[in-house]
């Protein structure tokens, strides 16, 4: 009678494993839904946004699965900055929608919310668009890859440039929210570590116009250096006024924290020249840079050549796709498609060769750039020019000391 409970137990077993693989392989498809939340209308709208909807269409086009049998539809959303309507729209779009993949989200505030969403559904998030590092640190996801830049590599490649060049009294402009919050504490960090000091900061609501205040307070401040700790149309703003108050010809610097291509245009180049600051992406770095934002200008409807953010997005889609075409297909399961996503070195022609590092963090060159004098300018988007190179294992959070606790696994 043992040997014939033996038996039943062992062929239960067999039966409930065989219905587990095949279950797993009736889920295994090729189908696709990406989601692309941003903010479409408000101060990242430029930077993001629009365009970066256009930048994940391009990857689907270019990624060649299309023709391979995969259907891979695109959804998008506007986020409006606030973390409550980031959550839903996410919310919606995995029970209702069935998307696998959320892309982008500018703004730090939201995008955290919107990871512990992803990480609860079990879905895929590709961040391009928001800063904070926390993403791969304290707050880190199995289900997140961070691709374009964070608070760590700004403040580490141009906070660190600014002091040893002389820099090493700092006041902070500060957006309240989550990214000014991390990017203010992450340079504060690299200025006190570099032998500087921060003599003072202010805090603003997020998409304000009025900054005389808080720019009379740094200008009191006497500070060597005043870190703009903000981002879109905050840093046009503030960079703008700050022209106004004549603090850059009184003796003070500007510390633009994260300036992108579409904030220099606003600003213009008579008052951005000089200003220095990082970006991991530049249209005009290379052939394949070019070849590629001549494609993606050529659609958008300002002509504008791609941010490194929407440059991130199809980047990181890239990459997903061919971790999905390696596993064969969709498992709709968020976990395993980022560590196949891991699993595969990147390689792309915006972003060049790196890795993605178990906290999720993607490893790839940062630059340090300067804005250039009208007189050098020799195009409508000739911007930047080259100051110096990060290397990608240097630019951001070395895994040592990174708080992610998927690391201690």
Same mark, same amino acid.
């Given at each position: 009678m043992r040997h014939t409970i033996s038996a039943l137990l062992l062929g239960t077993a067999m039966v409930f494993s065989a219905a587990s693989v095949a279950s797993a392989q009736d889920k295994m498809d090729k189908t696709v839904k990406i989601g692309a939340l941003s903010d479409q209308s408000g101060l990242y709208a430029d930077l993001a946004g629009p365009g970066s909807?256009?930048?994940?269409?391009?990857?689907?086009?270019?990624?060649?699965l299309k023709a391979k049998g995969w259907t891979i539809d695109l959804i998008s959303g506007d986020h409006q900055n606030k973390p409550d309507i980031g959550t839903t729209i996410a919310r919606q779009?995995?029970?209702?929608?069935k998307v696998d993949a959320i892309v982008d989200v500018p703004n730090s505030g939201v995008a955290l919310a919107v990871n512990n969403v992803v990480k609860e559904k079990n879905g895929v998030y590709i961040n391009s668009g928001?800063?904070?590092?926390?993403?791969t640190n304290a707050q880190c996801s199995p289900n997140t890859v961070h691709w374009t830049y964070d608070?760590?590599?700004?403040?580490?490649?141009?906070?660190?440039?600014?002091?040893?060049a002389g820099g090493d009294t700092w006041f902070f402009l500060t957006a309240d929210y989550a990214f000014g919050a991390a990017l203010e504490r992450d340079t504060t960090a690299v200025v006190t570590a570099n032998g500087g000091k921060v003599v003072g900061g202010v805090k603003h609501p997020l998409n304000t116009a009025d900054f005389s205040s808080f720019l009379l307070q740094a200008q009191a401040s006497k500070a060597k250096i005043i870190g703009l700790a903000n981002?879109? $149309?905050?840093?046009?703003?503030?960079?703008?006024?700050? #022209?106004?108050? %004549?603090?850059?010809?009184? @003796?003070? =610097?500007?510390?633009?924290?994260?300036?992108?291509?579409?904030?220099?245009?606003?600003?213009?180049?008579?008052?951005?020249?000089g200003l220095n600051f990082t970006e991991t992406f530049y249209w005009d770095m290379n052939d394949q840079t070019r070849a590629f934002s001549k494609r993606f200008?050529?659609?958008?409807?300002?002509?504008?050549?791609?941010?490194?953010?929407?440059?991130?997005?199809?980047? $990181?889609?890239?990459?997903?796709?061919?971790?999905?075409? #390696?596993?064969? %297909?969709?498992?709709?399961? @968020?976990? =395993?498609?980022?560590?196949?996503?891991?699993?595969?070195?990147?390689?792309?022609?915006?972003f060049g060769k790196g890795e993605i590092q178990q906290n999720g963090r993607v490893t790839h060159n940062?630059?340090?750039?300067?804005?250039?004098?009208?007189?050098e300018s020799k195009g409508p988007w000739d911007f930047y020019k080259l100051v110096g190179t990060v290397p990608g294992d240097q630019a951001f959070t070395p895994l040592d000391k990174s708080t992610c606790p998927l690391l201690k696994k």
């Open positions: 909807t256009l930048a994940a269409q391009m990857a689907i086009e270019d990624s060649g779009w995995f029970d209702v929608d928001a800063a904070t590092s926390d993403l608070t760590y590599m700004l403040a580490h490649a141009t906070g660190q440039a600014l002091v040893k981002a879109g $149309g905050d840093t046009t703003n503030s960079i703008k006024q700050a #022209a106004e108050f %004549g603090i850059v010809k009184g @003796g003070q =610097k500007l510390a633009a924290l994260l300036l992108f291509l579409t904030d220099v245009k606003a600003i213009g180049l008579e008052t951005a020249q200008s050529e659609r958008m409807k300002n002509s504008a050549p791609p941010t490194m953010v929407q440059a991130g997005v199809y980047a $990181g889609l890239m990459h997903y796709f061919k971790a999905l075409e #390696a596993l064969g %297909g969709n498992p709709h399961d @968020g976990v =395993k498609v980022v560590e196949k996503m891991k699993s595969i070195p990147t390689d792309d022609p915006l940062a630059y340090l750039f300067e804005v250039k004098k009208p007189s």
